[in-house]
């Protein structure tokens, strides 16, 4: 008997630190996205879901009403979303308040996301972001220098979980050589009715079409490349089990829908360097000198 579960604890652990397959990789690369089913264990799901609540629950009460939508309407004041870089940080959702400013839902179902230095500040969030096979799977993806710089839980509330407009990832983080990618964790079975995302394959081929920056004023603004639409005629749905994960390349185009059923579908995301890229000063998040990014 004790063999048997020696076994199985040995097994399972091999199965997890197994990396990507040359497969996966170059479909990665031809793609700019892979998914990879079952990536993390349904108790990591429900440890960081549980956390993330709450955090919700011990910081909401006093959190400032600040929203975040990627339309104009609901975008958080540049100071608080400057001071997220490094902090455990409530954003809530613009549907949440009716047309006076008031909650109309319960807290808990308020909450657009959180973000964007939790991986380094709260011990839950710090484990499940250098989980060994996250680990490996960066090193498998070519970052040997990593640098996990900004993690977000998305909650994707049900009915009001707003929309996210296509984008590219690299717009937010840049860096020089493009080293960045992003990391999708479903937490929650993300479906076509409680707005999973939708990539454009292939489309991390074209350059980026924007770069969000800070100013010299402590600001921030859209630096603006090409204002040609997205051909979302090309995207296609990821719906993805709990447990699975969506690698995306810093400029592959994607998106989600509004969240119209009575399903939440939260997921979590980090996005990583390596190194050796520059990263330049006039990104919107830095790190102050005392609490640099750090790898695994
Ligand atoms: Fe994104």
Known sequence: MRLLTLFATFTSLFSSLVGLTQEQYERYQRDGYLVIEN????????????????????????????????????????????????????????KAFDQTGRLQVDLLRAINKIGHGMHDTDPVFNEFSRLPQIKQLVTDLGIHNPLLMQAMYIFKQPRIGGEVTCHQDGTFLYAEPDTMIGLWFAIEDAT?????????????????????????????????????????????????????LVILHSRVPHMSECNLSDKSRHAYTIHLIDATSDYPADNWLQRPENMPARGF
Not at 206 to 235: H, I, M, N
């Open 39 to 94: 990536f993390v264990s349904e108790e990591n799901c429900d440890q960081l879901k549980q956390r993330a609540l709450e955090i919700v629950s011990e910081q909401g009460p006093n959190a400032a009403l600040e929203m975040f939508s990627t339309t104009k309407q609901g975008r958080p004041s540049d100071k608080f979303f400057l001071d997220s870089a490094v902090g455990t940080v409530l954003f809530f959702e613009p």
């Open 192 to 244: 076509l009715e409680n707005g999973c995302l939708w990539v454009i394959p292939g489309g991390h081929v074209a350059p980026l079409k924007s770069r969000f920056k800070k100013s010299l004023e402590g600001g921030t603004y859209f630096e603006v490349y090409d204002t040609t639409p997205w051909d979302l005629s090309k995207r296609i749905p990821l719906e993805v089990k709990k447990g699975g």
